[in-house]
């Protein structure tokens, strides 16, 4: 398998995060740049093959290229080609983005090698709200897609279009026979966000403990755990009542809070409760198996922008779950009444709230019943013959 990140944003960041992904599946990983890349700590600075291989067989992980300042170019087409012969996972950044979060690129961008199986393209959804002339890398070039002024703030529109024009539709021409993914990343500076897995249910409309089971593969409490994953919380926590979900979150040094408290206002006390250094917090249900990471990662971006306020995950202006709050309701959170839930709050301060539209309409659906269960689980397939595996669900 071979993966090519491109676009800007967090192409390092993400290949970091699937270096580990693999290395975790016993897999051995081989990253390195089709044009220039940062030296990282332990990078092997060296155009000998049989060097780098030697690395790849002791470590299982390696990161290489030729020295060039303080960063590293591209290997000679014949030491790349046989190191990927020898690894199970090749990682090439192939694009560079002088640090912004969006670019447009030249003719000659990005550098796909042949044996591409995958072609990543990163986006930064930081840069929302943000003048565009301090944000995207080529400015001048993506005007002739969407006119604006340097001082324009960027939109979710134009990001898409970005993208669109600048990526996915040239490389579909120029690459037919490879894959082509979008990936939306986020880099909150200092910004603290903490995330509330809410895993309190009894599931007695379902009939049994509904967390622990499997949809696609994998349990629905499992689900949230890894979409929750990753750098985008600096603190996660499972508010549960059930002893298999503690020890299923425990044995991934997933921090737990277990409580025998009956309502739906005392899972969110508890939550909050150890939150409180937190500058905001997203509270997540555990019942919406096709809840995308990158529908958190859109929230959190448009909660960065102002650092206050609410909010809600929507779609075409539908109103559900997961909700985000800023830390200045963290105390009306603690005093809930009693079975009332956060959405209560929406009510009360409807002009602090914001919509971030999710990626999915799905997403939204949650599982209360068998009968949910059974519907929801015939869309995934039904949708699945018309389009390829994974492209439309995604699921995690």
Not at 104 to 118: A, G
Not at 347 to 375: G, H, N, R, S, V
Request: net charge negative; charged share 30%; proline share 3%.
């Amino acid at each position: 398998m071979v993966k090519a990140f491109v676009g800007a944003g967090g192409k390092t960041t993400l290949i970091r995060q699937e270096a580990k992904k693999y290395l975790e599946q016993g897999c051995k990983v081989f990253v390195t740049t089709s044009t220039h890349m940062y030296i990282e700590e332990n990078t092997l600075l060296t155009d000998n093959a049989d060097q780098i291989i030697n690395e790849l067989e002791e470590k299982h992980y390696v990161m290489a290229g030729i020295a060039d300042g303080i960063k590293m170019r591209a290997l000679s087409g014949e030491t790349y080609e046989k190191v990927c012969a020898f690894a199970d996972v090749v990682l090439v950044e192939a694009d560079g983005s002088k640090h912004m979060p969006l670019k447009f690129p030249n003719h000659s961008e990005p550098v796909i090698y042949d044996n591409v199986d995958e072609i990543i393209v990163v986006y930064g959804l930081h840069a929302l709200g943000k003048r565009a002339c301090e944000v995207v890398h080529r400015l001048y070039l993506s005007k002739k897609f969407y006119p604006l002024k340097d001082d324009t703030l960027i939109t979710e529109e134009y990001m898409e279009k970005i993208v669109m024009k600048g990526y996915v539709e040239p490389l579909q021409k120029k690459y037919p026979d490879k894959e082509i993914y979008v990936q939306p990343n986020l880099y909150l500076g200092n910004l603290k966000l903490g995330c509330v897995i809410m895993a309190s249910g009894m599931s007695r409309r379902f009939g049994k403990n509904k967390l622990l089971e499997e949809f696609h593969g994998k349990t629905l409490i499992q689900r949230v755990v890894d979409i929750t994953d990753g750098d985008l919380f600096v603190k996660r926590l499972v508010v549960t009542r059930n002893v298999q979900v503690k020890e299923l979150c425990e044995k991934q040094h997933v921090d737990v809070v277990f409580h025998d408290f009956p309502n739906r206002n005392d899972t969110v006390r508890l939550g909050v409760g150890a939150m409180q250094d937190m500058d905001g917090c997203i509270f997540c249900p555990c019942d919406q198996p096709l809840l995308k990471k990158e529908s958190l990662m859109r929230m959190a971006a448009i909660f960065s922008a102002q650092r206050s306020g609410i909010v809600r995950l929507s779609f075409g202006g539908r109103q559900g779950a997961p909700i985000l709050f800023g830390k200045e309701y963290f105390q009306e959170l603690s005093c809930l009444p009693e079975k009332a839930g956060g959405s209560i709050l929406v009510k009360k301060y409807p002009d602090k709230l914001l919509l971030a539209e999710a990626f999915d309409e799905l997403e939204l659906w949650d599982i209360d019943t068998c009968q949910d269960w059974e519907m929801l689980n015939n869309l995934v397939i039904n949708n699945r013959k018309d389009k390829k595996e994974g492209e439309l669900m995604c699921l995690q």
